[in-house]
């Protein structure tokens, strides 16, 4: 499911029209403010958020430099995946002493769906609890490829974010920003 979430996220920025190498810093940023933010509110919920509000952040720095001010995508993207797991390295040993975040207790993860549901002593139960007893997060990410389906190719806004990347110059002549949505959709 991360890989999947921030492969969605990339998507975005891939059909607007640029190309998006610093996802695996926007992991990790994301991932330590999620783990940070989940141990001191003690809500897997909150870290969540907070994971996908990191990876956004360092997605706008990357807007900031790759649309905004015009820079190289590859090379600001390669930045991005260099500054971001120093911030986050830099930001642990502040916060716990070490480059390591306090593994969470149980009650504090993200809860599982279909835990306790299945008969573990046949073969069939224990299929069925291993195909669907995931994390949350699992599902909810299968519901976002559909989501993001679904906004690409049924909504305006995803026929504008497609027309950007393909006829920028067109886009200008019937009144998108284009800059503004290549933001939009890097961040």
Known sequence: PPLLFAALGSCFSEVSGVINIGIEGMMVAGAFAGCAVAHFT????????????????????HA???VKLGADQTISGTAINMLAPGVAV?????IFGSTDTIPLALSAKIPMVFANTFDTTTKMGMFLKNVFCNYTTT????????VVWFIFYKTRFGLRMRACAEHPHACETLGINVMRMRMLCVT
């Open 42 to 61: 003690g809500s897997p919920w909150i870290g969540f958020f907070c994971a996908g509000l990191a990876g956004a952040l360092f997605g706008y720095l």
């Open 90 to 94: 830099m930001i642990c040993r502040t």
């Open 64 to 66: 900031i430099a790759s």
């Open 139 to 146: 599902f909810l990410a299968f519901f976002a490829v559909v």
